[in-house]
C-alpha cells in the first residue's frame, strides 16, 4: 500500500507565501514523476508543478513564476513553495505520484487527500 501525505496548506493574506509538503510512504520499489494539481470549486483540477526525479520541473502558466517545486528523492518527499499568492489560487491542492510498488513491475498514480489553500484579505 501506498500513501501521500500532505501539509502546509492554510489561509494566508494577498501577496503571502505558503510551503506544501507531501510524502509517499508505504510498500514503494520507486518513484517516478511528482507533482502538484489544485482544483477550484466549479473548475476542473488542473497541474500547478511537477518534478521527475532528475530534476526536470513543468509550471502551469498561472503559476510561472510566482511557484517553486522541489523534491529529497531519499524522502520521496516533494515541495511546493508559493509565493505572490492571490485570491485566484485558492482551491484544494493534491499530490499526485507516480510510483512502482514493492513487487510490482507498473507504475501506477496516486494521490493525496488534499489540502485546502485559502488567499483572502
Known amino acids: 500500500q501506498v500513501q501521500l501525505v500532505e501539509s502546509g496548506g492554510g489561509l494566508v493574506q494577498p501577496g503571502g507565501s505558503l510551503r506544501l509538503s507531501c510524502a509517499a510512504s508505504?510498500?514503494?520499489?520507486?518513484?517516478?514523476?511528482m507533482g502538484w494539481y489544485r482544483q477550484a470549486p466549479g473548475k476542473q483540477r488542473e497541474l500547478v508543478a511537477s518534478?521527475?526525479?532528475?530534476?526536470?520541473?513543468k509550471y502551469g502558466d498561472s503559476v510561472k513564476g510566482r511557484f517553486s517545486i522541489s523534491a529529497d528523492n531519499s524522502k520521496n518527499t516533494v515541495y511546493l513553495q508559493m509565493n505572490s499568492l492571490s485570491p485566484e489560487d485558492t482551491a484544494v491542492y493534491y499530490c499526485?505520484?507516480?510510483?512502482?510498488?514493492?513487487?510490482?513491475?507498473?507504475?501506477?498514480?496516486?494521490w493525496g487527500q488534499g489540502t485546502q489553500v485559502t488567499v483572502s484579505s
Open positions: 499526485n505520484a507516480n510510483v512502482r510498488p514493492l513487487g510490482s513491475t507498473y507504475y501506477y498514480n496516486y
Open positions: 518534478i521527475t526525479p532528475g530534476g526536470s520541473t
Open positions: 508505504g510498500s514503494i520499489f520507486s518513484v517516478n514523476v
